[in-house]
């Protein structure tokens, strides 16, 4: 699965390569000088705030799926690293 160019970089994407629907709702976004502080920042995430949600319900709508998606498979990845690692450390432990 791919993530939409405009979900990971907002504030540089080409708004004439998105979906029509889209545009204007960008476009605002990009000139939001608060949003683009913060998303400069690289610490705050602006798709998982309720700003994003509540000034641009249309890009919410759309984002949320990758925002909701990538964080589960980090986690389910996470997790099969913890697993694996302690699955080595066992099969160690047993050739002792």
Excluded: C, H
Aim: charge should be positive; proline fraction near 4%; avoid cysteine.
């Amino acid at each position: 699965m791919d993530i939409a160019i405009w979900v990971s970089i907002p504030f540089k994407v080409n708004v004439a390569e998105i979906e029509l629907s889209l545009q204007k709702p960008l476009i605002e976004l990009q000139i939001d000088e608060i949003m683009r502080a913060k998303f400069k920042d690289g610490k705050y995430n602006i798709w998982k705030t309720n700003d994003v949600a509540t000034k641009y319900p249309l890009l919410w709508d759309k984002a949320q799926f990758y925002v909701i998606a990538f964080p589960t498979s980090f986690l389910l990845k996470r997790d099969l690293v913890v697993f694996l690692n302690f699955y080595r450390k066992l099969a160690i432990d047993l050739t002792l």
